[in-house]
């Protein structure tokens, strides 16, 4: 072989080795990519524990570390507990260890609390219901220590903590401050108050933790049960003074600390102060706006990508404002932030403007700053130009570029060939080859994790594919933690519909310092939400033109069936909905509940806005249409049949009454509301979570919930 062909051998296989060490840095463990002795199934059931707050996982051999971390909460707080599964599922895994995280709850009273906190076991898994009264001082906390041992005799953990559902903890930073700690007597936390009376310190209630032997102590101490005389911490902290076990006390000062920034009327101490890189807890998150700043400040929204659409051009071709410079995102101490801080805030919240599901998607355009780089004129064609020019000159200097042998090409060759084999399996979605290779199918998990993630294990063609927009608004949080629930339990494959669903959330430009971070962290976790650039926030403001619209240019690639236009507190049963659109023509079809209530005829006036649906082909008109876009403002529903009344379109419409109606007041409104029936397709004007749990509870939507040692809606509280 020439010098030269050694050379190129060389470098291809350098060139491997590297890209090799990035794609499998961890050790280069080519047995996780192909698969492993651990997909025997032997007969034997694996128990994996679910939770949404990021179990962490970790090889068997290699973890030397196990939490278990139970958040002490309340039945109603559905909110907070969907932003603490966000929250925790997206942080970093700490190294060797793992950490369970439940929601923590005393015996749950009302009615339509035991239906949604049943809906949230059977998707998440993460709920512990105990058998005591809910209270914060009163003995929920010895009812949680003394109950942990039973629950997991047959796999203990090495530690065990209690926090409360306005702390936010760093995984990672709390495992390794853990990890030198004595297994024994060990009490970890913040210790309070601060610098002063030592003898009658304890760990601040916002999170303490100890290891399993104390755990043990507690369940296996009765009368610890009615010693609760003061605050739940101050008297966790004087159990184990009285019982000998305050003995390997590690204080996190500084690193536990409360939320502080400069628009409280409060000042700095020794546990108030502001936040710090290496942060074990902050405390007293009490709202969206101190959950958004800090979650910024510990960069959780970094894996945020670009849309497939380049969403900043996008929203300039709208003629999307910018901000206002009073809307700048305020840091962790309140103060408003720099020039750069801002742009970038508002370049987040432009590039949200057309986040689409399939995140994996590639994007459309050239990235801006590869176009800005081309030329100093920032012009395309100057850049081909020059290209072209050093290419002339590359030739002229070399004489072309050189020839390879048939044996170098095959040498050069091999090394690729063999890198694209392993990218096969390294990206099993795009290629699909895994799955024809490997019999292991994924862990088990939440059912709406479930309706995302798993395959089938046998995938046929869909007869349809329909798009689902749910318009809501962005401070809605614990609506769409709700409908996820509902629709992800209804998409599991073990439902098997014959149509493609995908469900999206659907609402204008974002405007609060709370939404351009909280959003971005339902994006990153289930890449469900479309937010426009062309509106600010309105009802019947031209937001349905808008959407319909933007949907249009979003799918054109691979359109959908039907595009369905939902609100957020109409039930839509997708086995039903299915079953009904699939017998309905491909095109100028027009489906919904006729308006007015008192008419069947379809052609009359228009379809209700609780839910309504269109063909594909009606989409790109509305999208191009004059009559569209001039006729935009208005009562929304009453809009879209008026656009096709005018064009002559929807000439295929039908009526889905009385399978969808209203919900059915105690005095009826109109002749659109009407009780459930088994064959109801969607029921609309679920304004609160009583009639969710309502209608669930009819449509029997929990029975899926399995009897399990974890929680008893059954019991009577003690």
């Not at 419409?653 to 009407?674: S, T």
Request: glycine content about 6%; charged content about 25%.
């Amino acid at each position: 072989m020439t010098s030269r062909s050694v050379s190129l051998v060389l470098l291809t296989v350098v060139l491997l080795a590297v890209i090799y060490l990035v794609v499998f840095p961890d050790d280069l463990k080519l047995t996780e990519v192909f698969g492993s002795s651990s997909c025997d199934n032997g007969g034997s059931t694996a128990s994996t524990t679910k939770t949404s707050s990021a179990v962490q996982l970790a090889d068997a051999d290699a973890v030397d570390l196990r939490l278990f971390m139970g958040i002490v909460t309340v039945p109603g707080a559905y909110e907070r507990r969907a932003l603490l599964r966000l929250a925790y599922s997206l942080q970093p895994r700490p190294v060797r260890a793992v950490v369970d995280v439940r929601f923590v709850l005393c015996t749950v009273d009302k009615e339509e609390d035991r239906i949604l906190v049943s809906l949230e076991i059977i998707a998440h898994g993460d709920i512990l219901v105990l058998n005591c009264t809910e209270n914060m001082n009163d003995g929920k906390t010895y009812a949680y220590f003394s109950a942990v041992p039973g629950l997991f005799a047959e796999a203990p953990y090495d530690y065990v903590g209690k926090t409360d559902d306005d702390t936010y903890y760093r995984l990672a930073s709390l495992a390794d401050s853990l990890r030198p700690m004595a297994r024994r007597d060990a009490y970890h936390g913040y210790l309070t108050p601060c610098h002063w009376l030592p003898e009658k310190q304890y760990m601040s209630g916002m999170g303490y933790i100890v290891s399993w032997d104390v755990v043990q102590w507690i369940s296996e101490t009765p009368e610890l049960r009615d010693d609760h005389h003061d605050w739940e911490d101050v008297d966790f902290g004087g159990w184990l003074r009285k019982g000998g076990r305050y003995k390997n006390v590690y204080n996190q000062e500084p690193r536990m600390y409360d939320y502080w920034d400069r628009e409280m009327d409060a000042d700095v101490n020794c546990f108030r102060h502001e936040h710090m890189a290496e942060a074990v807890a902050v405390h007293k998150l009490k709202d969206r706006l101190k959950w958004a700043r800090t979650l910024h400040f510990f960069n959780a929204t970094q894996g945020l990508k670009p849309s497939k659409i380049d969403a900043p051009r996008a929203c300039k071709r709208r003629g999307a404002a910018a901000p206002a410079a009073s809307e700048g995102f305020l840091d962790q101490a309140g103060r408003a932030t720099g020039t750069g801080e801002k742009q970038d805030m508002d370049k987040l919240g432009c590039r949200l403007c057309f986040f689409l599901a399939n995140r994996s998607m590639p994007s459309s355009s050239p990235p801006r700053n590869l176009l800005k780089s081309m030329g100093s004129g920032n012009k395309l064609g100057d850049h081909h130009q020059h290209l072209n020019n050093l290419h002339a000159a590359m030739k002229q200097r070399h004489g072309g570029f050189p020839r390879l042998s048939a044996s170098s090409k095959a040498l050069v060759l091999l090394p690729l060939v063999l890198l694209a084999f392993i990218f096969f399996f390294v990206y099993p979605k795009e290629f699909e080859l895994q799955a024809m290779m490997s019999a292991c199918g994924p862990p088990t998990m939440g059912a709406y994790a479930a309706a995302h993630l798993a395959e089938p294990a046998v995938v046929r063609k869909p007869d349809f594919r329909l798009l689902i927009g749910v318009l809501t608004r962005a401070d809605l949080y614990e609506r769409r933690h709700l409908l996820r629930m509902v629709y992800g339990l209804q998409l599991a494959p073990v439902n098997n519909l014959t149509a493609h669903v995908d469900i999206r959330f659907v609402f204008c430009r974002l405007y609060k310092d709370d939404q351009r971070v909280l959003v971005p962290l339902e994006i990153l976790a289930h890449g469900d939400v479309i937010v426009l650039d062309g509106c600010e926030e309105n009802l019947n403001g031209g937001k349905t033109y808008t959407f319909l619209s933007t949907v249009a240019e979003l799918y054109a690639d691979e359109p959908y069936d039907y595009v369905m236009k939902a609100d957020d507190d109409i039930f839509l049963r997708l086995p039903q909905l299915v079953a009904s659109l699939g017998a309905m023509p491909r095109e100028d079809m027009y489906y919904g509940a006729t308006i007015p209530c008192d008419s069947m005829d379809p052609f009359r006036e228009y379809m209700a806005g609780m839910g309504y649906a269109l063909s594909w082909d009606l989409v790109e008109w509305i999208a191009t249409s004059e009559v569209a876009r001039n006729h935009s403002v208005g009562t929304e529903d009453m809009l879209t049949g008026l656009w096709l009344r005018i064009g002559g379109k929807g000439k295929n419409r039908f009526n889905a009454k009385p399978a969808i109606h209203d919900y059915l007041n105690p005095v009826p409104v109109d002749q659109c509301e009407h009780e459930f029936m088994p064959s109801t397709i969607g029921v609309h004007r679920l304004k609160s979570n009583p009639r969710w749990a309502e209608a669930l509870n009819y449509f029997n939507f929990t029975a899926g919930l399995q009897p399990s040692k974890f929680y008893n809606f059954n019991s009577t509280s003690s």
